[in-house]
C-alpha cells in the first residue's frame, strides 16, 4: 500500500497510508529505525455512542498538505457520526515531535460528546520484545520505551495539557489484538503500565457546540531518555503547539522557495509538484547526509527487504537534483556521508544504511569459483561526476580539499585499473541490480566521472592526472562507439558480455538507461548515433495504453503486469524513465514548440500523483494504481531535475536572437 503526506526533519520522519493511518515511524534516523514495524496506528472518534477508525466506510477523504509546507491539510467528513475534522500532521522543523492538530465540526446543528482515539502500535528499535509501556501521572501521558528510544504520547487543548483516557496492554500475543479494541466503546480500561509485546491507547475529550467546532492537538515527542521526552513536552506546552506548528510551516515556505527560481512559465499543476517533490525529497533525506531510496515498509511483504538504504547511484542523482535547485547544504552532506562510506577503497559497494554502514545486499563476492567485486561501477562513478556539478555550481573549494583524495582521485585511478583490453570497464551490476557485465549506462556513468575527474585534478594542480582521467574517457568513449553499437540495428547494446576470444557478446534489449550517453557522458545530442537511439527507446519502450509512459526495458519482469502484449506494454511505466525521454526532448529542442513534448511527460508525471503530489517507482499500465515502493525519492528528483532544465532551455530559445535561432535550425 503506497505511502501518502510523508512529514518530517531528517531525524523524524512519519508516513501514512491512503487511509490517513499512520504505517511508519523512523527516529533518530530517516530509514532507521522504524519502531513500528509498519503496523497501523489507528485514529478513531466516537461521538454520541458511535464509533468509527478512520479505515472505516462512511468517511471520505481528501489528503493534503498546505501550499508549499510540509504540514498536512486533510478534511475528513462522516455524514452517519455527523462530524468534519480538518487535520494538520507535522513534524517540528527542530524538535523531534509529531503533532496532530484536529479541529472537530459539528454537522448536526446539535451538542455534540466527542472523543478522539489514538492508538500506537510500537515494536521499538524494530522489534516488539522486551518494550515498555507506562501512564506518566506527572504529565499526564503514556511513555513508551525500551533500551535509548522513548516515545511520550499526549495531547491538549486550550484549556489543559494531558490525556482524558488511556489503555496499556498487550498485542498479537495469546488472541490479543491490542487495546485499540478497548475504545470503541468510547472508554478505556486505564491499566497503569505492561511489558513485552505492547500497545497503548489514549483519548481526548471535546464538547462541540451545534454547528460548532472544537479543536485538541496530539503529540508523540521522541527522545533517547525519559528525561528527553519529559522536558521535550514541556517545552512544547510551554512554548504552545499553535506557535511551533506556525513556525514549521512558516520554516517550510522559506526553504522551498529560497532560490529565485522564474516558475512562472510552468504550467500551475507542474509548479505546484516542482516544489512539492523538493520538500517530499526533504522528508527521505538523514540530517547525516544519507539519502534515502524510499520508505514504505510495505514493500517487505513482497521483497522480505525495503528501501530504506542509501544506494549512492540515487543519492547522486538526488544531490544532483538539489543542486540544480540550490539545496547546497543537503548535497555537501551527502558527500562528506558518501566520503566516510567510500573509506580508503576507492570504490563503492551496493548500499549503505542510514548510518553509514554496509547494507544488506545480493551482489556475491564470488561467482562461478571466481573472486569478484560485489558492485555497481556507475554508483562510484556518478557521486564523482554529480560532486563536479555541485563544484561548477558553488565553487566552494573549501569544501572540495577534503574529499579531493576518497571522492576524486582515488575512485578516477580505481576506474582507470578497473578497465578490459579495451578500455570500458570490467563486469559489474547494472543500475536495476539484475544482470553483471559492461554496461552501457556504467560505461556513459564512468566517462562522466573520469571528465569530472579530469577538471578537478586540473583545478588542483595536478596536470599529469587530468590528462590521464581525460584520455581515460576519450578512449572509453571510442569504444563505446566501437564495441557496443550495432551498425544494423542501427542502435546502442545495453550491455556486453565478455567472452573468452576477447569480443563481447552484445544484450540488444531496449533500455531507458541508455539515455545517459548524452545527459552524463556528454555525447553531442545532435549525434545521429544518439538520435538513432533515442528514437528506438522511444519506439519500443512507450506504454500504449490511456496510461501512457515510458517503460524501463523490454519485458521488465519487476513487479510484470502484461506478459501477453509486451508489443504494447513492454512494462510498467515508471517515471524517472518518462521523465528521461523529456530530459532527451528538452536537449534536443530548437525552438519553444519543441518543447511541448517533454512539457506533456512533465504533466503526465503530475497526473500520476497523489492529490498530494506523492510520485510512485511505477503506475500499473492499464489502471493508472501507484506500483511498488510511494514516495520514491528518486521519481521526485528527477521531476526537479526536469523542471529546471525545461526552464533553462526555454529562456535560452526565448531570449537567443533571431539570426541566433536561425543558425541552429
Given at each position: 500500500?503506497?505511502?501518502?503526506?510523508?512529514?518530517?526533519?531528517?531525524?523524524?520522519?512519519?508516513?501514512?497510508?491512503?487511509?490517513?493511518?499512520?504505517?511508519?515511524?523512523?527516529?533518530?534516523?530517516?530509514?532507521?529505525?522504524?519502531?513500528?514495524?509498519?503496523?497501523?496506528?489507528?485514529?478513531?472518534?466516537?461521538?454520541?455512542?458511535?464509533?468509527?477508525?478512520?479505515?472505516?466506510?462512511?468517511?471520505?477523504?481528501?489528503?493534503?498538505?498546505?501550499?508549499?509546507?510540509?504540514?498536512?491539510?486533510?478534511?475528513?467528513?462522516?455524514?452517519?457520526?455527523?462530524?468534519?475534522?480538518?487535520?494538520?500532521?507535522?513534524?517540528?522543523?527542530?524538535?523531534?515531535?509529531?503533532?496532530?492538530?484536529?479541529?472537530?465540526?459539528?454537522?448536526?446543528?446539535?451538542?455534540?460528546?466527542?472523543?478522539?482515539?489514538?492508538?500506537?502500535?510500537?515494536?521499538?528499535?524494530?522489534?516488539?520484545?522486551?518494550?515498555?509501556?507506562?501512564?506518566?501521572?506527572?504529565?499526564?501521558?503514556?511513555?513508551?520505551?525500551?533500551?535509548?528510544?522513548?516515545?511520550?504520547?499526549?495531547?491538549?487543548?486550550?484549556?489543559?495539557?494531558?490525556?482524558?483516557?488511556?489503555?496499556?496492554?498487550?498485542?498479537?500475543?495469546?488472541?490479543?489484538?491490542?487495546?485499540?479494541?478497548?475504545?470503541?466503546?468510547?472508554?478505556?480500561?486505564?491499566?497503569?503500565?505492561?511489558?513485552?509485546?505492547?500497545?497503548?491507547?489514549?483519548?481526548?475529550?471535546?464538547?462541540?457546540?451545534?454547528?460548532?467546532?472544537?479543536?485538541?492537538?496530539?503529540?508523540?515527542?521522541?527522545?533517547?531518555?525519559?528525561?528527553?521526552?519529559?522536558?521535550?513536552?514541556?517545552?512544547?506546552?510551554?512554548?504552545?503547539?499553535?506557535?511551533?506548528?506556525?513556525?514549521?510551516?512558516?520554516?517550510?515556505?522559506?526553504?522551498?522557495?529560497?532560490?529565485?527560481?522564474?516558475?512562472?512559465?510552468?504550467?500551475?499543476?507542474?509548479?505546484?509538484?516542482?516544489?512539492?517533490?523538493?520538500l517530499i525529497l526533504r522528508t527521505q533525506i538523514d540530517n547525516g547526509g544519507a539519502i534515502i531510496a524510499a520508505n514504505d515498509s510495505d514493500i517487505t511483504h513482497?521483497?522480505?527487504?525495503?528501501?530504506?538504504?542509501?544506494?549512492?547511484?540515487?543519492?547522486?542523482?538526488?544531490?544532483?537534483?538539489?543542486?540544480?535547485?540550490?539545496?547546497?547544504?543537503?548535497?555537501?552532506?551527502?558527500?562528506?556521508?558518501?566520503?566516510?562510506?567510500?573509506?580508503?577503497?576507492?570504490?563503492?559497494?551496493?548500499?549503505?544504511?542510514?548510518?553509514?554502514?554496509?547494507?544488506?545486499?545480493?551482489?556475491?563476492?564470488?561467482?562461478?569459483?571466481?573472486?569478484?567485486?560485489?558492485?555497481?561501477?556507475?554508483?562510484?562513478?556518478?557521486?564523482?561526476?554529480?560532486?563536479?556539478?555541485?563544484?561548477?555550481?558553488?565553487?566552494?573549494?573549501?569544501?572540495?580539499?577534503?574529499?579531493?583524495?576518497?571522492?576524486?582521485?582515488?575512485?578516477?585511478?580505481?576506474?582507470?585499473?578497473?578497465?578490459?583490453?579495451?578500455?570500458?570497464?570490467?563486469?559489474?551490476?547494472?543500475?536495476?541490480?539484475?544482470?553483471?557485465?559492461?554496461?552501457?549506462?556504467?560505461?556513459?556513468?564512468?566517462?562522466?566521472?573520469?571528465?569530472?575527474?579530469?577538471?578537478?585534478?586540473?583545478?588542483?594542480?595536478?596536470?599529469?592526472?587530468?590528462?590521464?582521467?581525460?584520455?581515460?574517457?576519450?578512449?572509453?568513449?571510442?569504444?563505446?562507439?566501437?564495441?557496443?553499437?550495432?551498425?544494423?540495428?542501427?542502435?546502442?547494446?545495453?550491455?556486453?558480455?565478455?567472452?573468452?576470444?576477447?569480443?563481447?557478446?552484445?544484450?540488444?534489449?531496449?533500455?531507458?538507461?541508455?539515455?545517459?550517453?548524452?545527459?552524463?557522458?556528454?555525447?553531442?545530442?545532435?549525434?545521429?548515433?544518439?538520435?538513432?537511439?533515442?528514437?528506438?527507446?522511444?519506439?519500443?519502450?512507450?506504454?500504449?495504453?490511456?496510461?501512457?509512459?515510458?517503460?524501463?526495458?523490454?519485458?521488465?519482469?519487476?513487479?510484470?503486469?502484461?506478459?501477453?502484449?509486451?508489443?504494447?506494454?513492454?512494462?510498467?511505466?515508471?517515471?524517472?524513465?518518462?521523465?528521461?525521454?523529456?530530459?532527451?526532448?528538452?536537449?534536443?529542442?530548437?525552438?519553444?514548440?519543441?518543447?511541448?513534448?517533454?512539457?506533456?511527460?512533465?504533466?503526465?508525471?503530475?497526473?500520476?500523483?497523489?492529490?498530494?503530489?506523492?510520485?510512485?517507482?511505477?503506475?500499473?499500465?492499464?489502471?493508472?494504481?501507484?506500483?511498488?515502493?510511494?514516495?520514491?525519492?528518486?521519481?521526485?528528483?528527477?521531476?526537479?531535475?526536469?523542471?529546471?532544465?525545461?526552464?533553462?532551455?526555454?529562456?535560452?530559445?526565448?531570449?537567443?536572437?533571431?539570426?541566433?535561432?536561425?543558425?541552429?535550425?
Amino acid at each position: 500500500m503506497p505511502r501518502d503526506i510523508p512529514v518530517g526533519n531528517g531525524d523524524l520522519l512519519i508516513t501514512f497510508d491512503h487511509l490517513y493511518r499512520v504505517r511508519d515511524l523512523y527516529f533518530p534516523r530517516v530509514g532507521k529505525h522504524n519502531h513500528t514495524a509498519g503496523h497501523v496506528q489507528r485514529f478513531g472518534v466516537w461521538a454520541d455512542g458511535q464509533f468509527a477508525w478512520i479505515e472505516d466506510e462512511g468517511w471520505t477523504r481528501e489528503l493534503r498538505y498546505k501550499a508549499d509546507t510540509l504540514v498536512t491539510d486533510v478534511h475528513l467528513v462522516h455524514e452517519e457520526l455527523g462530524l468534519e475534522i480538518t487535520c494538520n500532521d507535522a513534524v517540528d522543523f527542530h524538535e523531534p515531535v509529531f503533532f496532530r492538530r484536529m479541529t472537530v465540526r459539528d454537522l448536526k446543528n446539535k451538542p455534540r460528546d466527542v472523543r478522539l482515539f489514538f492508538h500506537t502500535d510500537l515494536s521499538i528499535n524494530g522489534s516488539a520484545v522486551g518494550d515498555t509501556a507506562n501512564y506518566d501521572p506527572t504529565t499526564r501521558a503514556v511513555v513508551m520505551y525500551k533500551d535509548d528510544a522513548y516515545f511520550l504520547i499526549n495531547a491538549g487543548d486550550k484549556q489543559k495539557c494531558g490525556i482524558d483516557h488511556w489503555a496499556i496492554g498487550a498485542k498479537r500475543v495469546g488472541g490479543a489484538e491490542g487495546t485499540w479494541r478497548d475504545a470503541e466503546d468510547g472508554q478505556l480500561g486505564r491499566n497503569a503500565i505492561s511489558q513485552g509485546s505492547v500497545d497503548s491507547t489514549v483519548g481526548f475529550n471535546l464538547q462541540v457546540q451545534p454547528g460548532g467546532e472544537a479543536t485538541v492537538t496530539s503529540w508523540i515527542a521522541c527522545g533517547h531518555s525519559y528525561d528527553d521526552v519529559r522536558k521535550l513536552n514541556d517545552r512544547i506546552w510551554t512554548k504552545g503547539t499553535d506557535k511551533m506548528m506556525g513556525r514549521t510551516e512558516a520554516y517550510w515556505r522559506l526553504w522551498c522557495r529560497k532560490e529565485p527560481v522564474d516558475t512562472a512559465p510552468l504550467p500551475e499543476p507542474v509548479r505546484d509538484l516542482f516544489y512539492r517533490s523538493q520538500l517530499i525529497l526533504r522528508t527521505q533525506i538523514d540530517n547525516g547526509g544519507a539519502i534515502i531510496a524510499a520508505n514504505d515498509s510495505d514493500i517487505t511483504h513482497f521483497a522480505g527487504d525495503h528501501y530504506s538504504y542509501c544506494w549512492m547511484r540515487d543519492g547522486a542523482l538526488v544531490a544532483h537534483a538539489l543542486i540544480a535547485a540550490g539545496q547546497s547544504e543537503l548535497s555537501r552532506s551527502f558527500f562528506r556521508f558518501a566520503s566516510d562510506c567510500i573509506g580508503d577503497r576507492g570504490y563503492f559497494l551496493h548500499k549503505y544504511t542510514p548510518d553509514g554502514r554496509l547494507a544488506s545486499s545480493w551482489h556475491p563476492w564470488m561467482l562461478d569459483g571466481k573472486k569478484i567485486l560485489p558492485i555497481q561501477q556507475d554508483e562510484t562513478a556518478l557521486v564523482l561526476w554529480a560532486l563536479r556539478r555541485h563544484f561548477e555550481k558553488f565553487r566552494d573549494v573549501e569544501f572540495i580539499k577534503p574529499l579531493y583524495s576518497r571522492l576524486i582521485a582515488w575512485p578516477a585511478e580505481w576506474m582507470l585499473e578497473y578497465r578490459d583490453h579495451n578500455g570500458l570497464p570490467k563486469p559489474s551490476w547494472d543500475l536495476w541490480e539484475e544482470r553483471r557485465g559492461v554496461h552501457l549506462f556504467t560505461c556513459a556513468s564512468t566517462i562522466g566521472a573520469l571528465v569530472a575527474a579530469s577538471e578537478f585534478a586540473e583545478d588542483f594542480g595536478e596536470p599529469e592526472r587530468a590528462v590521464a582521467f581525460r584520455e581515460g574517457a576519450e578512449r572509453m568513449r571510442g569504444a563505446v562507439r566501437r564495441h557496443l553499437w550495432h551498425p544494423e540495428r542501427k542502435c546502442f547494446a545495453r550491455m556486453a558480455v565478455p567472452l573468452e576470444d576477447g569480443t563481447y557478446r552484445l544484450d540488444m534489449t531496449r533500455d531507458s538507461a541508455n539515455y545517459a550517453l548524452f545527459a552524463i557522458a556528454g555525447f553531442d545530442i545532435d549525434d545521429p548515433m544518439i538520435e538513432a537511439e533515442m528514437r528506438s527507446i522511444h519506439e519500443r519502450l512507450a506504454v500504449r495504453t490511456d496510461v501512457g509512459g515510458m517503460a524501463r526495458y523490454e519485458r521488465d519482469y519487476y513487479h510484470q503486469v502484461e506478459s501477453e502484449k509486451v508489443e504494447d506494454v513492454p512494462g510498467n511505466p515508471w517515471v524517472i524513465c518518462t521523465l528521461w525521454q523529456a530530459l532527451y526532448e528538452i536537449a534536443k529542442a530548437k525552438d519553444v514548440d519543441e518543447l511541448k513534448g517533454a512539457m506533456d511527460r512533465l504533466s503526465w508525471a503530475v497526473d500520476r500523483s497523489h492529490d498530494s503530489g506523492v510520485l510512485a517507482e511505477q503506475y500499473h499500465p492499464y489502471s493508472g494504481d501507484p506500483i511498488s515502493v510511494s514516495p520514491l525519492t528518486w521519481s521526485h528528483s528527477t521531476f526537479v531535475v526536469t523542471c529546471l532544465q525545461y526552464l533553462e532551455k526555454l529562456s535560452e530559445l526565448t531570449n537567443a536572437p533571431k539570426d541566433a535561432k536561425a543558425s541552429k535550425a
